[in-house]
């Protein structure tokens, strides 16, 4: 034991001297500094990108919208962090998009962005997106680019080997890192081993809106599910998770979880499990998580809270789940676009493990198990195994693929990503990335159609790449042009957050469909004015509703009095603009909450609780027009015993 603990402190070590010893990476960037290597991502003015990247967010919560090869950032999508920029999370029609069975949780840390498919091809319908901390699912419309359903995954904890599409987007699938108690229960943490469980969730995706809905979860065995993909072409129906700690360590896992020579690539055949679903099989669990739901027309969420879901125990099902040995504690689960290799690279090892889905299939019909784990049959290592790889380098994470028989698979320790043959198995590039790479990226490298053209290599420290910005750095992604046979480093960019994968598409799959305003004939907001002459004020009580609309440069009304101390007053916003990008906003003196930004056509509504006697001024925080500084009014609060009518009014 104390020897693995050296084992790993060293490995450690090196990671910091790698680091540390490129710090003259500027030297090392491998004519990045030529001019052609400028060209290839040079975007003039008043030109765009030839791909959208979406960048996961990580702590951040949210989702960034990037341009390649420009690097150039768009937007920054909220998904599961208020955001006050567009007043997400804020809003009254937004907030019960974060609320979960422990409330309202205002941030996550979001991972693995993925995009719908269609016959296994980027379809630029949707994208989803996990939050890893409180586990939930996220499906984000690229019409609108906002985060427009959030369904919470019970029995799960850590929900990282998500958030994977199925090829034709039937499901998105969503694998718990921790295993815990299910049901959750007062209990002795070192009583883990045999009695925690491993839940994997099946969350079905409707064709036509894209609504979710958990069918089942698997119970797996208490190991730490850490990453998964999905089969493809002839392994489609198939669902591929890497396992750590198949020891079932409560602590010091860094040490207790590397005892095993070998964990295990769990094989999953979601529609053998799925028949037996729809033939009645599994069981009800009550259960208690919300389903979250954002109404385009409305403009508005929904939050549900539901109360049962259906589990599967494995060995209800034989034949349906299988354990693929692969070398200690793998991180990486990735299945090339012919759907025949599955890819498991050990943390702490030099070699790729690839294992042969028609392999996998023999040794299945052959019956050649090598014992079993809790009842589910583990194939031999020899008899699943396609080829290693002898990269050279180490602390490999993750693969991706361009579409022309080759896979990049990033270095952690080694700080590189190396690009090899698939099916031969040699290592034909190598190139470093600065610093400590995690995921990469090929647009639509999780499908059976890549667009080979860049890889992104998104790294965990960036030290000197760019100016310095006090301790806290941006994380920082670099560009390779991967269209020859070797690599080249074209350009770095700082991305927000710390990225855990992205999804890249390519730009006319997805811009000419995006929406440029919301038809106000259409908004079906219960609080929307869809002319100014509607607007009003009302008082239900302490409750004041200020049904307001804006059109460059006004807000109606602009001078409302009646408003007492102790009131809780609703600022119902409608913006009358139908042109494309003319947003207004809207802010209170000492409001306890953010600003809103309001979309041509949307309604949003905003809560202010006067505390102080006095006329407040509010104002739109959009610069909408030359006389934007103009566009402001005022609220006069008074005494909460005062008598003063409710009056509102607008150039009297
Ligand atoms: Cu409206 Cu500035």
């Known amino acids: 034991m104390k020897k693995y603990k050296h084992y790993i402190m060293a490995l450690l070590g090196a990671t910091i001297l790698l680091s540390c010893g490129n710090q003259n990476g500027k030297s090392a960037s491998n004519g990045a500094l030529n001019s052609s290597n400028a060209e290839k991502v040079y975007v003039?003015?008043?030109?765009?990108?030839?791909?959208?990247?979406?960048?996961?967010?990580?702590?951040?919560?949210?989702?960034?919208?990037?341009?390649?090869?420009?690097?150039?950032?768009?937007?920054?999508?909220?998904?599961?962090?208020?955001?006050?920029?567009?007043?997400?999370?804020?809003?009254?029609?937004?907030?019960?998009?974060?609320?979960?069975?422990?409330?309202?949780v205002p941030w996550?840390?979001?991972?693995?962005?993925?995009?719908?498919?269609?016959?296994?091809?980027?379809?630029?319908?949707?994208?989803?997106?996990?939050?890893?901390?409180?586990?939930?699912?996220?499906?984000?419309?690229?019409?609108?680019?906002?985060?427009?359903?959030?369904?919470?995954v019970p029995n799960s904890a850590g929900n990282h080997s998500s958030s994977f599409i199925t090829e034709n987007t039937e499901y998105v699938v969503a694998g718990t890192r921790f295993s815990v108690p299910v049901p959750q229960r007062d209990m002795p943490i070192n009583e883990y081993k045999g009695n925690f469980k491993g839940a994997l969730s099946f969350i079905s995706v409707a064709p036509d809106n894209g609504r979710m809905n958990l069918e089942f979860q698997i119970l797996m065995p208490g190991f730490n599910y850490d990453l998964s993909?999905?089969?493809?072409?002839?392994?489609?129906?198939?669902f591929f998770f890497t396992t750590y700690n198949t020891e079932e360590a409560n602590s010091l896992l860094e040490v207790n979880a590397s005892q095993n020579d070998?964990?295990?690539?769990?094989?999953?055949?979601?529609?053998?499990?799925?028949?037996?679903?729809?033939?009645?099989?599994?069981?009800?669990?009550?259960?208690?998580?919300?389903?979250?739901?954002?109404?385009?027309?409305?403009?508005?969420?929904?939050?549900?809270?539901?109360?049962?879901?259906?589990?599967?125990?494995?060995?209800?099902?034989?034949?349906?789940?299988?354990?693929?040995?692969?070398?200690?504690?793998p991180h990486g689960c990735d299945v090339d676009p012919t759907g025949e290799y599955i890819i498991g690279n050990g943390k702490l090892s030099a070699d790729l493990t690839?294992?042969?889905?028609?392999?996998?299939?023999?040794?299945?019909?052959?019956?050649?198990?090598?014992?079993?784990?809790?009842?589910?049959?583990?194939?031999?290592?020899?008899d699943v195994l396609a080829g290693t790889v002898k990269s050279g380098g180490l602390g490999p994470l993750h693969t991706e693929f361009d579409g022309k028989g080759n896979a990049y698979t990033t270095f952690f320790i080694s700080s590189e990503v190396v690009k090899w043959k698939l099916g031969t198995w040699e290592v034909i590039d190598r190139k470093p990335t600065f610093y400590s790479v995690g995921h990469l990226m090929i647009p639509g490298g999780n499908s059976r159609k890549p667009f080979g053209k860049y890889v992104v290599a998104m790294?965990?420290?960036?030290?000197?790449?760019?100016?310095?910005?006090?301790?806290?750095?941006?994380?920082?992604?670099?560009?390779?042009?991967?269209?020859?046979?070797?690599?080249?480093?074209?350009?770095?960019?700082?991305?927000?957050?710390?990225p855990h994968y992205a999804a890249g598409i390519p730009a006319e799959l997805v811009a000419p469909k995006s929406k440029k305003i919301y038809r106000l004939a259409d908004n079906k907001n219960p609080y929307a004015v869809t002319s100014p002459d509607q607007a009003r004020v009302e008082r239900n009580g302490k409750e004041v509703h200020i049904y307001m609309s804006t059109i460059r440069s006004h807000f109606t009304p602009d001078n409302i009095e009646g408003v007492k101390v102790g009131d809780k007053v609703y600022f119902h916003i409608t913006n009358h603009e139908q042109d494309f990008d003319v947003p207004h906003g809207f802010a209170m003196i000492g409001q306890n909450t953010s600003e809103l930004l309001v979309m041509p056509g949307q309604t949003k509504t905003s809560i202010w609780e006067p505390k102080k006697v006095g006329v407040w001024p509010f104002y739109c925080t959009d610069f909408c027009s030359a006389l934007h500084?103009?566009?402001?009014?005022?609220?006069?609060?008074?005494?909460?015993?005062?008598?003063?009518?409710?009056?509102?009014?607008?150039?009297?």
Do not use: C
Request: charged letters at 25%; hydrophobic letters at 30%; zero cysteines.
């Open 354 to 382: 690839v294992h042969s889905f028609d392999n996998m299939i023999a040794a299945i019909e052959g019956k050649k198990f090598d014992g079993e784990a809790y009842g589910i049959p583990i194939l031999k290592f020899e």
């Open 459 to 498: 790294n965990k420290i960036t030290k000197d790449r760019y100016l310095p910005t006090g301790p806290e750095m941006e994380h920082s992604a670099q560009l390779y042009d991967i269209s020859g046979e070797k690599m080249e480093l074209i350009y770095d960019f700082p991305t927000h957050g710390e």
């Open 44 to 104: 003039a003015p008043g030109e765009q990108d030839e791909f959208y990247a979406f960048m996961s967010g990580g702590y951040s919560g949210n989702l960034t919208v990037y341009g390649l090869p420009s690097g150039r950032m768009f937007k920054e999508i909220p998904v599961f962090s208020q955001f006050p920029t567009s007043g997400y999370g804020y809003s009254e029609e937004t907030k019960p998009m974060l609320e979960t069975s422990f409330g309202f």
């Open 229 to 238: 993909h999905p089969g493809r072409g002839k392994s489609h129906g198939w």
């Open 262 to 329: 070998k964990d295990f690539i769990a094989a999953i055949n979601w529609k053998k499990i799925e028949e037996y679903v729809k033939n009645g099989g599994g069981k009800k669990m009550p259960a208690n998580y919300a389903h979250n739901v954002y109404d385009e027309h409305t403009h508005s969420a929904t939050s549900t809270m539901v109360k049962e879901v259906l589990t599967v125990d494995p060995s209800e099902v034989p034949g349906a789940i299988y354990f693929l040995p692969t070398p200690k504690s």
């Open 629 to 652: 500084q103009e566009m402001q009014g005022y609220v006069r609060v008074s005494p909460a015993d005062s008598t003063i009518e409710l009056s509102w009014s607008l150039g009297d």
């Open 108 to 152: 996550d840390d979001s991972h693995h962005p993925d995009i719908s498919q269609t016959d296994g091809v980027l379809d630029g319908r949707w994208i989803f997106i996990n939050g890893n901390n409180t586990p939930r699912i996220a499906r984000i419309s690229l019409s609108t680019f906002e985060t427009e359903e959030i369904i919470e």
